[in-house]
């Protein structure tokens, strides 16, 4: 059986076998005593606690009859994506934004990259001339320009 990789790619493996074991109706312990591995380890891969190792996900591989490497590629695409959380950790100068700005959220939560045009909106809405200028030079002239007309286009609609 062949898993569409584009599909998956940023889940945990461990998500990806839980669903496949679901599906075929096979509980977690049994299985992790068929394939020779510590039910304890195996859970902790299916719980995203831990990381599938090369071995393990040859063995899983081979009894749920997935394609081979399948399982270890996922790993490393759930490795990248958090390695990138890890470097986007960059936010702008928080001493310069009103914590009620964003009153309805935690602002130590936001994730500045992903929720930028949400961010960007908020603060030309309400902001005072400090917190556009930071917000400015935290995202660059050309993104905060590009979302305003966005966000005006969609206000006329």
Known sequence: MKLPIEKYKGIHPGAIIERELKKRNLAQRP??????EYPQTFNAVIKGKRGISTSLALKVENALELEEGTLSILQVYYDIKI??????LIK??????????????NIDTIDWQTQSFAVIKRVFERGNFSEKKEIIN?????????????STVKNRS
Request: glycine share 2%; proline share 3%; hydrophobic share 45%.
């Open 31 to 36: 299985f992790a005593l068929s394939i020779l």
């Open 83 to 88: 390695e990138k959380k890890k470097t986007i």
């Open 92 to 105: 702008p100068n928080l001493s310069l934004l009103r914590k009620s700005l964003f009153w309805d959220t």
């Open 138 to 150: 935290f995202y660059g002239l050309q993104k905060v320009k590009a979302v305003i007309r966005k």
